[in-house]
């Protein structure tokens, strides 16, 4: 059984569009995260979610609105896409707690291409 | 912030033969895991290690957090060894914020 699913795997799209990505996971976990990989490989943070609670928004520009239904899911709602928002996108979950492993399990990744 | 580095960023070796992967960190953390990027892009965590030392088979990794460093080892390397690992810290426990370092991409030959 897949721990953290996401969809679309691919998404490639015009510039303008607007374009959702949707992550589950099914560890029980209270955090979910979303993270962006650039084209140099390097991870940064975007968001995090505990609870449905939005815990950190690391700067991303508010065309970037992620949304959490319930703790199980976290989706990212990408407004007026833009060439710079090529990337693979990553979602993660962890179990965050005193006394825990903050151990992080990331899903699959979305290769968004913006053209 | 809290700054991650790590080196070599890429390494070439054979198959058979061991290799360390370091990571440097600019402040005392409460997180630290080891990852590896496949190349089919999958993220797959190895370590939680924010101090001492685990082994998992042919992988092992040691922090030594009053130094600020961790090392991970790999030994007897195979060609499924191939692909970019991360290191990434957290300062404050749970604060939820994993800051990576820029990754060192291991090449296994056959």
């Known amino acids: 059984d897949t721990a953290v699913s996401q969809t679309p795997k691919y998404l490639v799209t015009q510039m303008g569009n607007d374009k959702s990505i949707k992550c589950e996971q099914n560890?029980?976990?209270?955090?979910m995260y979303w993270y962006k990989q650039d084209s140099k490989k390097f991870l940064k943070i975007m968001f995090s979610y505990n609870n449905k609670e939005l815990i950190i928004n690391e700067t991303v520009p508010n065309r970037f609105s992620p949304k959490s239904p319930d703790k199980a899911h976290l989706n990212l709602h990408i407004n007026s896409l833009e060439l710079g928002d090529s990337a693979v996108y990553f979602c993660?979950?962890?179990?965050?707690?005193?006394?825990?492993?903050?151990?992080?399990?990331f899903g699959p990744g979305t290769r968004l291409t913006v053209l | 912030g809290i700054q991650v580095e790590q080196s070599p960023p890429d390494l070439i070796l054979q198959e058979g033969a061991n290799s360390t992967l370091r990571c440097n960190f600019s402040d005392s953390v409460n997180n630290l895991q080891w990852f590896h990027q496949n190349p089919w892009g999958q993220l797959i965590n190895l370590f939680y290690?924010?101090?001492g030392t685990k082994q998992n088979g042919r992988l092992s990794a040691t922090t030594v957090a009053t130094e600020r460093y961790s090392l991970l080892y790999i030994s007897s390397s195979q060609t499924t060894d191939s692909g970019v690992y991360f290191c990434?810290?957290?300062?404050?426990?749970?604060?939820?914020?994993?800051?990576f370092g820029q990754g060192t991409r291991l090449t296994i030959n056959p």
């Open positions: 290690i924010p101090s």
């Open positions: 990434a810290v957290e300062r404050d426990q749970g604060a939820q914020k994993l800051v």
């Open positions: 560890l029980g976990h209270d955090t």
């Open positions: 993660a979950s962890s179990q965050v707690g005193a006394g825990r492993q903050d151990t992080q399990y």
